[in-house]
């Protein structure tokens, strides 16, 4: 990897992150902070997104620049971790269950729908 490609990931990684806080501010806003509707939203986003680069074969620094840097850096494993084990912390059974189901049905889907897309374009 060159310097810039670094410098390139860097930078496009910070945007996926701030992305990602606007995004979850503003959902948080709208519907509240009961369940993690934020995550949850950005990590499908982020899916459908990834899936359909895999769909249209994006590869090399495309790849790298779009897939790893900024949806890497949008969606976030840890805090869907996080969130779903502060929900059964707080003996808040059901909707850390449904968190976790959820989100894995879902973005099992929102890769289905990515790649299909991808394959189709």
Excluded at 56 to 80: D, K, R
């Amino acid at each position: 990897m060159t310097f810039w490609l670094w410098v390139a990931v860097a930078a496009i990684g910070g945007c996926g992150a701030i992305g990602r806080f606007v995004a979850d501010a503003l959902i948080a806003d709208r519907v509240g902070r009961d369940f993690p509707l934020g995550t949850l939203a950005i990590n499908l986003t982020g899916t459908v997104v990834l899936g359909v680069l895999v769909g249209v074969g994006a590869a090399g620094n495309l790849y790298l620049l779009a897939g790893t840097a900024t949806l890497g850096s949008y969606t976030t494993f840890s805090t869907w971790m996080l969130e779903s084990y502060r929900l059964a912390e707080d003996a808040e059974f059901r909707p850390a269950i449904l968190n976790a189901v959820i989100s894995l049905l879902l973005g099992f889907g929102a890769a289905l729908l990515g790649r299909t897309i991808g394959l189709h374009l």
